[in-house]
């Protein structure tokens, strides 16, 4: 083999030695671009279902929590409602007012020691209050034109659920649940109402939120009317009483269900887990706001791709640097090869 051979194939394993080495810095290099963002990519979206996973499951339990409190409140105001009932008899408006201290004792220890019940009623066919557990002599009240009056009498004896009333006596707020009475005859006898604490509610749902921004509780009505919610403790939070998908559901008697609410740009998009309070015309809906969620999801990533794509644009950084001194070496190679390739020329 002569000498200008031998300077050819050492420079053609040369030249290949710099391609393959360009080669393999090429691909580290996109590698080592794709790899992390794909690798975030795929933690992000996996995050991202756990967390929402995680808030069905607090959906669900939340519920299910809310809905047994209720039941056991409505269930409460049955018994004492139907004690009531038993101690009243078939007594009259007249009758009911000549015995009206010794009313106001029983119904005073009927109701007592339950921290929920503001007061029970007893009103009269009028709608004029003529006994009270908190009043004697109970104050000259009348609420004939009350919806809650007029529907406790039409619905006798399914119990009515009101929309929260502003007591003037007091200034307190407070939802009254409220039977009719009748005689054999099916004379009405007035209504049996019990005024329980919206306060005591709202409290109660804001414990079991712990105050959680992200997520609200909230009692409707099966019309689908807002009752009260955790995170408005002075009027109610109708964040779903204009949902159709929801009002649907609760005038159908839907036992339970979920959905998403799309937000309005008013309000953010909710998760809504929704169960029936028994039989009663009552549901809980526990909510939560996505975009609670989703801003602690970005606050996450972000820091997970500050701790990922630093190092990686480190690595590029490198990487590149790499390339540009392999680019200046193999220019100096190739003009050192064509100097040496020239030598022979010359002689």
């Known amino acids: 083999m002569t000498a200008p051979d031998a300077r050819l194939i050492r420079s053609a394993m040369s030249g290949h030695r710099f391609r393959v080495a360009r080669q393999a ?3 580290s290099l996109v590698a ?3 790899l992390p963002l794909i690798c975030l990519c795929i933690f992000g979206s996996l995050d991202y279902n756990r967390r929402i996973a995680n808030v069905d499951s607090a959906l669900s339990k939340l519920s299910i929590a809310a809905q047994e409190h209720a039941l056991r409140i409505f269930d409460l105001n049955a018994a004492l409602t139907a004690r009531t009932m038993d101690f009243l008899g ?12 010794q009313i106001h004792r029983s119904l005073e220890a009927i109701s007592s020691g339950y921290p929920q019940v503001a007061s029970l009623s007893v009103f009269g066919p009028a709608g004029d209050l003529i006994a009270s557990s908190r009043y004697s002599p109970p104050p000259a009240i009348a609420i004939a034109d009350r919806d809650d009056f007029r529907s406790a009498s039409h619905w006798r004896p399914h119990p009515y659920i009101s929309l929260p009333l502003y007591r003037r006596i007091d200034g307190e707020t407070v939802l009254a649940t409220s039977i009719g009475r009748a005689n054999e005859k099916g004379d009405s006898l007035g209504v049996i109402s019990i005024a329980l604490r919206r306060r005591y509610f709202i409290d109660f749902y804001s414990d079991l939120v ?11 009505r099966r019309e689908g009317a807002a009752i009260l919610a955790s995170s408005s ?14 009002r649907q559901a609760v005038r159908e008697n839907v036992m339970y269900g979920s959905f998403t609410q799309p937000g309005n740009g008013q309000s953010d998009n909710l998760l809504v887990e929704f169960r029936r309070v028994g039989e009663y015309p009552v549901y809980v809906a526990c909510t939560f706001a996505l975009d609670e969620l ?11 791709a ?39 020329d010359a002689r």
């Open 210 to 220: 712990d105050d959680d921004p992200g997520y609200a509780v909230g009692l409707y």
């Open 32 to 34: 080592s671009i794709l």
């Open 233 to 246: 403790p002075d009027a109610a939070l109708g964040r779903l009483e204009h949902n159709r998908e929801f």
């Open 90 to 101: 078939n007594q009259t408006r007249d009758e009911i007012r000549q015995r009206e201290p």
């Open 25 to 27: 810095l090429t691909v």
């Open 294 to 304: 989703r801003g602690a999801w970005w606050r996450s990533l972000i820091v997970l």
């Open 306 to 344: 500050a701790g990922t794509l630093i190092p990686g644009a480190m690595i590029c950084a490198w990487i590149s640097f790499a390339l540009i001194r392999l680019r200046a070496d193999e220019a100096e190679w190739l003009r050192q090869n064509g100097d040496i390739a020239r030598q022979p």
